[in-house]
């Protein structure tokens, strides 16, 4: 039996009480600050293959924990047109603590789960909006993405097994897994674990049976592509 681990950086809108962001509490349900459909369709992912999960305990807004450490967006002052306030307003030394009391401790876990039970592949399960507000143009068909960096291992095969089961896909879109690909940077391609980037059109995804039917259409994807591994 292949081990797979599947990792949700974005799968939580949680915003502790003591963190004043400074917006109006609706941004939390939007794109802006959890990536939607994520936290459902990840469990049921693990329940079905079976697989492990880590799922990102905070929002986006709070700290992106799929950024570097030391990147300029991890703790955002905007998104997508929306002023983060409470976020502009940190001095150094609160911008470290929030590094301290949430991005280290994740990464940390991570790394301490891999080092723990090596998996054959690891998932990255994100989702994305079909249209940013900030550039209403840019047409975002795909119903999946698949990203990926330098290691294209598992993209390669997830994205035929996605056509084959008739899945609009797209090769490194909405965005560049080259560069944007922190997490699986640090965790995957680091210790040379093949890794599935996947993204997940966020209206497909967006209640129940959004979820039962992707689940549905791409456990069989990431069974595929852990068995090439296994």
């Not at 080259?178 to 640090?186: R, V």
Request: include cysteine; proline fraction near 7%; aromatic fraction near 4%.
């Amino acid at each position: 039996m292949h081990r797979l681990l599947l990792i949700a950086d974005h799968a939580s809108n949680h915003v502790p009480a003591d963190v004043d962001l400074g917006i109006d509490p609706a941004l939390l349900d939007q794109h802006v600050a959890i990536d939607i459909g994520v936290g459902p369709l990840g469990r049921l992912l693990c329940e079905r293959l079976p697989m492990d999960g880590i799922f990102g305990p905070v929002s986006r807004l709070v700290i992106d924990l799929n950024r570097e450490e030391d990147a300029p967006g991890l703790i955002p002052v905007e998104s997508d047109g929306h002023k983060i306030a409470g976020n502009a307003r940190l001095d150094a030394d609160a911008k470290a603590t929030r590094v301290e009391r949430f991005w280290r401790p994740y990464h940390r876990a991570i790394a301490d789960r891999i080092a723990a039970d090596r998996p054959d592949l690891i998932v990255s399960l994100h989702s994305f909006t079909p249209r940013l507000a900030s550039r209403p143009e840019e047409a975002r068909p795909w119903q999946v993405g698949v990203l990926y960096n330098r290691d294209d291992r598992a993209a390669v095969i997830g994205l035929e097994a996605l056509r084959d089961a008739g899945v609009i896909a797209g090769d490194n879109e909405p965005y560049s897994g080259k560069l944007l690909n922190a997490t699986m940077n640090l965790h995957a391609e680091a210790n040379g674990i093949p890794y599935l980037g996947l993204e997940v059109r966020q209206d497909l995804i967006g209640d129940a049976a959004g979820v039962a039917d992707w689940a549905d259409r791409l456990a069989p994807v990431i069974a595929r592509v852990g068995a090439a591994f296994a």
